[in-house]
C-alpha cells in the first residue's frame, strides 16, 4: 500500500475533507484556522505523493511543497493577527457573533 | 358679395351678435336686459321676410334658390367643408315659422320674465338658439347642419335648465341632453357613410362639384349603391331627426321638458326646434324617396307616437304637460305625412302648427301668470271671465288644432291625412283619424278645466287673477290672427294654395320617384268625403270635450267621467304612467347600465389593479425571502461556496462523462 | 535481531504497515482537531497530525519535505496557534456550543467533497507514473531552487510575503498605547471601527 499512488492520495482526500468539514462547521475562529491548515497539508501531501511516484517532478514536488508551507505560515500569521484584533472589540472568538455587514 | 348674400349672412349675425352682447353686458342692463336681443330679433325677422319675399314671391332666386358660400370653413386637404348657404322655398317656409314665432317669443318674454333675476341670461339664450335655429334651415352642407343641429340641442340644454337651482329642471335638462346624444350618434353614422358613399358633404351643386342629393340617387341607380345601403342611411339620418323633434323611442325627453319657462317651451318645443326633424327629412327627400321601406318606417314611427302621445295627454293634470303631449302628437302627424309621400302636407302642418302651438303655449303662459304660477289644471276653472283676451285667443288655438274648418289646423291636417288615404297607406288615415278625435277632446278637457265651469282656484289666489300685460297679450292676438287665417291664406284652395306653389319644385323629383301622381282635387270625389270624415272627426272630439269637461253643466256629469275612468282604468292608469317608458328607461340604461358600471369597476380594481398591485407585492416578497441569504457571516457564504463548487464539479462530471 | 523480510501471517510488508498506523494517527488527530470541544486539546492534536504527517512524507521519500514540516509547522505554527488561543480565551469556555447550525449542511458538503475528489483520484490515468515510489536527494532540490529562475524568483517573493506579513501581523495585533497628555489620541483600527466603543472600553 506505501506503494500505490491512490493510497496517498485517497488520505489526501480525506485529510482536505476533515479540514472543508472543520472550516465549514466550527464556531471559533481559530479552530476555523486550524482547519484552514489541514487543507494545506492535505494537498501538500498529495503534492509530495505525486512527486513520489513520478520521476520528472520528483524535486519539483518537494520545492512546491516548501513553498506551500511558506505561504500557509505567513497566511496563519496574518489571519491570526486579525482574529486577535477583532477578538479585542467583540470581546468573543465565535464567528457567528461577527454580523453586522448582514442585510 | 351680392345683396342677397349680405342680407343671409346678417340673418345670421344679427342673433349671435345679440347673444354676445347680452352675455357680455347684459347683467348691468337689470330691467332693461331685453334691450340688446329682442331688436336684434325684430330686425332678424324684417330681413327674414324681405329674403322670403324675394324668394317665394318674387321669384328673385330662380328654380334652384340662392345658393352661395361665405367662407371655406374647414380645409383639411380632401376633406373641405365650407359654409355654404341656401335659401329656396323650403328654407322660406321654415324662415317664416322661426322668425315670426322667434319674434313674437322674444316680445312675449319681456312681460313674461320681468321680475325673474337671471332675465339677461335668458334673452342671451334665447338668442343663442335663434342663431343655431338660422344656421340649421340655412345650412347647405351635413357638417354646417349637424353644427346647428347640435347647437340646437345646446340652446334647449341651457334653456330647459334655465332656472338651474330646481333639480327637476336640471335633470330634465341633462335628460333632454342625453336623449337627443341617442339619436345625434346615428345621425353622426349616417353622415360619415354619406362621407364614405358619395365623398362630398354638400347638398347641391357647388364649385367643389355636385352635392349629396345628386349623386347618391345616381349611385343607387347605377348600382355603385346596394337598395340597403341606401335604406340604411337614410335610417341613421332619420334617427336624428327621432331624437330631435322627439318622436317614439326618443319622446321622453319633450315631457319633462316643461321645466322651462313657458316662453321657452313655446319657442322651442313647439314651434321651431322640434320641427328641425321634420324640415331635415324633407330636405333629405331625395335620400327618403329612394328608399322606400324607410319611407314606410317613418310613416309607422310617426302615426304611432301620434296616438300614443294622444293617449297619455287624456291623463295630465299639468297644462304645459297636455301641451306638450299634444306637441308630441302633431309632430307624429308630421312624420307621418313625410312617410307617406305627402311632403308638402306635412311642410304645411308644421307651419300652421307653429303658429296655433305656438299661440297655446304663450296663452298656457298668460294663464299661469294669471294664477300665480299654478300649472295644475284641477286647481283652475271659470277663468274666462277673469283672462278674456287669454281666453279667446287660446280658444282660437284649440278649434285651430283640432282640425275645425276653415281654420289653419283643418286644412294642413286634412292634407296629411288625405294623402296618406290616396297614397295607399289606409291604417295611417284610420289611426291618424282616431287621433284627430283624440286631439279635440283632450284639447277641450284642457279648454273646459282650465276656462269653464267652476272655479277651483286656491282662495288666496283667486282676488289676484289679472289679465297679463300688452306685451304678452299682443304676441297672442297676432298668432290668434295667424292661426285663423293662415290656412285659407296659404292652402286654399286645397292643394293648389300658395304654399304648394312654393314647394312643388321642391318635392317634385322625390313625388315623382315614389310613383305618386294625383288627379286633380274633386270636392265632390274621394277628396269631399276625406275633407268631411276629417272635419268630422275633430268636431266629434270637440263635442265630447265640451260635453263632459266644458261649457254647458259639466258639474253635473262629472261623476260619468268618474265612471268612465272607472271602465277603463287600465288604460287610465297606463296613460297616468306615460305607458312606463321612462320606468323602461330607467331599469334598462340606470339600473342595469349602473350594475354593468359597478361590475366594470369592481374589475377594474380588482383585477387590474389587482395584477399591477399583485406584481409589486410579488416583487416585494420575493426580495424580501432572498434577502435573507445576506446573514453577514462568513461562514454561511463558505458552505455556499462548498455547495457550489460541488454541484458544478458533478455536473461536470455527468456531462463529460456521458 | 533482524526483522523478518515481511509481516508473518499477513504478508504484508512492513511499510505497508508503517503507512496505516501513520494514517491512522494522523486522520484520527484531525478529526479530534475539528471536533474537540476544548480548543487548546485542539490545537494538541493538530501537532500531532503534523507529526503524523511529517512520518508519511519520510515514508513518501521526501525527506526534506518532512523535515520542513516538523520545523515550520510543528515547531512555528503551532506555537503561533496555541498563543493566538490563550490570547482569545473567553470564561465560558468548553460549555459552548461546538458547531454551528449549519454543520450538517457543512458535513455533507465535506463528504461530497472527499467523495468527489476519492472518486476522481482513482479513476484518473496518472501518466508517466511508476509502480515504485522514489527517494529524494537533498542536494538535487538544493539545485533546482537556486538555478531554475522560476524558483529563485518564487523564493524571493516568498521572502517580501513573509516580510510583509510579520509587519501586517505585528500592526494588525497591537495593543493600542495611551495618548501623551496634550496630544490627539492617534488613529487606530480600534478607533476607527467603533470610536464610542473603543473610548468606553479603554
Known sequence: MSQSLEAYLVLSALLFAIGTFGFLARRNAIAMLMSIELMLNAVNLAAIAFGAFTPQLQTHAALIALLVMAVAAAEATVGLAIVIAIYRNRRTPLVDEYASMRE | MTIDEL??????????????????????????????????????????????????????????????????????????????????????????????????????????????????????????????????????????????????????????????????????????????????????????????????????????????????????????????????????????????SAQFPLHVWLPDAMEGPTPVSALIHAATMVN???????????????????????????????????????????????????TLSQLGYMFAGLGVGAFTAAIFHLMTHGFFKGLLFLGSGSVIHAVHDEQDMNRMGGLWRRIPITHWTMLIGSIAIAGIPPLAGFFSKDEILGSSFKNGFVWVWAIGVVVAVMTGLYMFRLMGKTFYGDSHVDKEVE????????????????????????????????????????????????????GIHHEAFQLFGIDGYLLVIGAAAGAVGVALGMWYFGLFGARERRPAVERWTQRLHPLYVASLNKWWFDDLNDLIFVRFGGWVARAMWWFDVNVVDGTVNGIAALTQSTGRGIRQIQTGRVQNYALGIAAGLLVMAVAYLFVVGR | MALPPTIPFLNWPWDDLLFLILAGLMLAAAVFVVIGRDIVRSGISMMFAFAALAGIYVLAGA????????????????????????????????????????????????????????????????????????????????????????????????????????????????????????????????????????????
Open chain 3, 63 to 202: 525527506v526534506i519535505v518532512a523535515a520542513a514540516q516538523v520545523l515550520i509547522y510543528i515547531g512555528a505554527i503551532s506555537v503561533l496557534i496555541l498563543f493566538a488561543i490563550m490570547l482569545t480565551q473567553t470564561k465560558s469556555g468548553p460549555a459552548q456550543l461546538v458547531f454551528h447550525r449549519q454543520a450538517w449542511a457543512g458535513a455533507l458538503a465535506a463528504v461530497g467533497l472527499g467523495l468527489l475528489l476519492i472518486v476522481s483520484f482513482i479513476n484518473t490515468q496518472w501518466p508517466l507514473r511508476v509502480e515504485q515510489r522514489l527517494w529524494s536527494a537533498t542536494d538535487e532540490v538544493a539545485l533546482l531552487l537556486f538555478n531554475d529562475s522560476l524558483y529563485v524568483f518564487a523564493l524571493q517573493v516568498v521572502a517580501v510575503l513573509l516580510t510583509a506579513a510579520v509587519i501586517g501581523a505585528v500592526f494588525l495585533a497591537k495593543r493600542e498605547e495611551a495618548p501623551d497628555p496634550g496630544e490627539p489620541a492617534p488613529v487606530t483600527l480600534q478607533r476607527l471601527r467603533r470610536p464610542a466603543d473603543a473610548s468606553a472600553a479603554d
Open chain 2, 7 to 244: 342680407l343671409v349672412s346678417l340673418l345670421l349675425a344679427l342673433p349671435l351678435a345679440g347673444f354676445g352682447l347680452t352675455a357680455l353686458v347684459g347683467r348691468r342692463l337689470g330691467r332693461r336686459a331685453w334691450l340688446i336681443a329682442v331688436p336684434a330679433i325684430v330686425l332678424a325677422w324684417a330681413i327674414g321676410m324681405f329674403i322670403v319675399y324675394q324668394s317665394v314671391f318674387a321669384h328673385a332666386y330662380g328654380e334652384e334658390g340662392l345658393r352661395f358660400t361665405l367662407y371655406e370653413w374647414i380645409p383639411a386637404g380632401d376633406f373641405v367643408v365650407s359654409a355654404n348657404f341656401l335659401v329656396d322655398s323650403l328654407t322660406a317656409v321654415l324662415l317664416i315659422v322661426v322668425t315670426t314665432v322667434g319674434m313674437l317669443v322674444h316680445v312675449y318674454s319681456i312681460g313674461y320674465m320681468a321680475h325673474d333675476p337671471g332675465r339677461w341670461r335668458f334673452f342671451a339664450y334665447l338668442n343663442l338658439f335663434m342663431f343655431s335655429m338660422l344656421l340649421l334651415v340655412l345650412a347647405a352642407n351635413f357638417v354646417l347642419l349637424f353644427a346647428a343641429w347640435e347647437l340646437v340641442g345646446l340652446s334647449s340644454y341651457l334653456l330647459i335648465g334655465f332656472w338651474y337651482n330646481r333639480r327637476s329642471a336640471a335633470l330634465a335638462a341633462k335628460k333632454a341632453f342625453l336623449v337627443n346624444r341617442v339619436g345625434d350618434f346615428g345621425f353622426a353614422l349616417g353622415v360619415a357613410a354619406i362621407w364614405t358613399t358619395v365623398g362630398t358633404l354638400n347638398f347641391f351643386t357647388t364649385e367643389a362639384g355636385p352635392g349629396v342629393f345628386e349623386l347618391l340617387p345616381e349611385a343607387l341607380h347605377a348600382g355603385a349603391i346596394e337598395p340597403w345601403m341606401m335604406t340604411g342611411i337614410a335610417l341613421l339620418l332619420f334617427a336624428g331627426a327621432v331624437g330631435k
Open chain 2, 463 to 514: 282676488p289676484k287673477i289679472h289679465e297679463s300685460p300688452p306685451s304678452m297679450t299682443l304676441p297672442l292676438i297676432v298668432l290668434a290672427i295667424a292661426s285663423a287665417v293662415l290656412g285659407l291664406l296659404v292652402g286654399f284652395p286645397p292643394e293648389s294654395g300658395l304654399i304648394h306653389s312654393w314647394l312643388e319644385p321642391t318635392f317634385h323629383h322625390a313625388t315623382e320617384t315614389l
Open chain 2, 276 to 326: 328641425a326633424g321634420v324640415y331635415f327629412v324633407a330636405r333629405a327627400n331625395p335620400i327618403f324617396a329612394e328608399a322606400p321601406q324607410a319611407m314606410v318606417l317613418v310613416a309607422a314611427v310617426g302615426i304611432f307616437t301620434a296616438i300614443l302621445a294622444a293617449s297619455i295627454a287624456f291623463s295630465q293634470r299639468d297644462i304645459k304637460r297636455v301641451l306638450a303631449y299634444s
